[in-house]
C-alpha cells in the first residue's frame, strides 16, 4: 500500500491534466527536471515532494521521502506556502 504522499503523487501524475497540476507543483517539477533531468521518475518525485512540503502528506517510500532534498523545495520557498 502506498503512502499518502505516493498516492497524491501518482494521481497528479498519471491522472491529472497538465492545466489542473496545481502552479507551485509545475513550478517544483520544473526546477528538479532542470537539475535531475525531464524523466517519468523525476515528475514523480517532483509531485510526492511537492505532496509532503506543501500539502504535509506523510510518505513512507525512502527514495520519495523530501528529506535530503529541501534546497530544491527552498527555491520556491514551498516550506512557506505550507497549506
Known amino acids: 500500500m502506498s503512502s499518502p504522499a505516493m498516492e497524491r503523487a501518482g494521481v497528479l501524475f498519471f491522472h491529472t491534466a497538465g492545466k ?36 504535509g502528506l506523510k510518505c513512507t517510500e525512502e527514495d520519495y521521502l523530501l528529506e535530503g532534498h529541501e534546497h530544491y523545495y527552498n527555491e520556491l520557498g514551498l516550506a512557506q506556502r505550507r497549506k
Not at 520544473?30 to 512540503?53: D, P, R
Open 20 to 55: 489542473d497540476v496545481p502552479v507551485l507543483a509545475r513550478e517544483y517539477v520544473s526546477i528538479l527536471a532542470k537539475q535531475l533531468g525531464g524523466c517519468g521518475e523525476v515528475y514523480l518525485t517532483a509531485f510526492a515532494h511537492y505532496a509532503q512540503a506543501v500539502e
